[in-house]
């Protein structure tokens, strides 16, 4: 029997789907420390991993003839595991891609919607107990509805994202990527981001993260964009240059920002934290049961067939 470590707490309903493996449950919130993660690999055939689990070259060089042989990544994204040196220890790694897409896209969309119409702004001032009631100048904000979205990065959260601006709120979709895409929606094509930037009045980044996109937003693209265009990250922390976004928000060089990821996750600058306008959520990008649920359910498809000498489902 298959010894497997499913290093965080997962949802009860997935649980069951481990049948005929040897489990053994870490239940904690927290990431793996050093020590952990060397001996999960010396002393289990598997793990179950996901953010914070830095798994890199080092920890892979300080034990190099691995027990395990399979890092199934509970999430899309697997920046934190350095795939290249896993493969040359023998270890395929996985991920959860799909279940993501959707929950992913209403994430942004949350966000687009709170830093346009002030939400965040709005809910601290009605706590606060110092609102004092409607008048027409109030809290004026961005009208969405019709406003130009660029999406940098038209994979599947890309798209999904795009339709429901598209679609939902009539919004034309520009698009920044290696190379134009066949879509379901009409969507002009960019190679140039900071000239899309300077276009549109809303950027959403939806990409992964990867030496090549670390720091994708920087100052370069901050300026190009227009003093009331917003930034919405849902992608990773390090795709935005942070000191160059608290820059420009704090000279109110663009109209605000909506962030669910951080470069430093999860430490989050008391800069960012004390602006106005930027609405700061804690990673719920994913946050909803059905959809970890389902993600727990994608990492045990792929240990299960693993195990059973078939290719997994999602290997990266």
Request: aromatic share 6%; charged share 20%.
């Amino acid at each position: 029997m298959k010894k497997v470590l499913i290093a965080r707490v997962l949802p009860d309903e997935v649980y069951p789907a481990l049948k005929g493996l040897e489990v053994v449950r870490r239940d904690l919130t927290t990431p793996l420390d050093g020590a952990e993660m060397r001996a999960a690999l010396r002393e289990y055939d598997g793990v179950m991993c996901t953010l914070g689990d830095q798994f890199s070259a080092q920890v892979f060089a300080d034990v190099p003839q691995p027990r395990c042989k399979v890092l199934a990544n509970f999430g899309v994204g697997f920046n934190h595991i350095d795939v290249a040196a896993a493969r040359a220890a023998g270890v395929t790694v996985t991920n959860t891609p799909g279940a993501v897409t959707d929950a992913t896209a209403d994430t942004a969309m949350t966000l687009m919607l709170m830093s346009a119409r002030r939400a965040g702004e709005g809910e601290r001032l009605v706590r606060s107990g110092a609102w004092e009631g409607w008048h027409p100048t109030q809290m004026l904000g961005l009208h969405l509805t019709g406003k130009t979205v660029g999406i940098v990065g038209m994979g599947r959260i890309g798209q999904a994202i795009a339709r429901r601006c598209h679609f939902g709120f009539g919004m034309p979709v520009h698009y920044f990527g290696r190379s134009p895409k066949e879509l379901d929606f009409d969507a002009v094509f960019h190679s140039d981001l900071a000239g899309m930037a300077a276009e549109v009045d809303v950027l959403v980044t939806a990409v992964a993260s990867n030496p090549q996109t670390r720091h994708l937003i920087n100052a370069d693209v901050l300026a190009a964009m227009r003093p009331h265009a917003r930034l919405i990250n849902i992608a990773r922390g390090d795709v935005v240059d942070e000191a160059a976004l608290i820059d420009a928000l704090q000279r109110g060089a663009i109209g605000g920002a909506g962030l669910d990821v951080y470069e430093f996750e999860p430490a989050v600058p008391q800069a960012l934290r004390d602006l106005d306008n930027v609405v700061l959520l804690p990673h719920l990008g994913t946050s909803t049961t059905e959809v970890r649920v389902d993600m727990g359910m994608m990492v045990v498809g792929n240990l299960q067939a693993f195990f059973r000498g078939d290719a997994p489902p999602n290997p990266v």
